[in-house]
């Protein structure tokens, strides 16, 4: 978590992630306190670490994990 302090140091870089956030939540219709959400909001401050640095750039990247978790999900089902 140190890191993520040296990180984001001003109010808009956690704009991006909030807002991008935000149009997951509502893309995907799920509750602001659930458990996805946390999730999801975890995914993107990590995501936004490694250099996602914009609303869209993040959303795609959510877009690409949660299509390769879905895929891991499939080939697991026997």
């Not at 808009?12 to 509750?31: M, N, P, Q, T, Y």
């Not at 602001?32 to 990590?46: C, G, H």
């Not at 490694?50 to 795609?60: F, I, P």
Request: a negative charge; hydrophobic letters at 40%; one cysteine or more.
């Amino acid at each position: 978590m140190a890191d993520l302090s040296d990180t984001i140091c001003f109010a808009g870089d956690i704009g991006v992630v909030f807002e991008a956030l935000s149009s997951w939540r509502h893309a995907h219709k799920v509750d602001p306190n659930s458990l996805d959400t946390s999730r999801a909001a975890s995914m993107l401050f990590e995501l936004f670490q490694n250099g996602y640095d914009t609303k869209d750039r993040l959303l795609a990247a959510m877009d690409r994990a949660d299509a390769a978790r879905q895929g891991e999900q499939l080939s697991a089902t026997p």
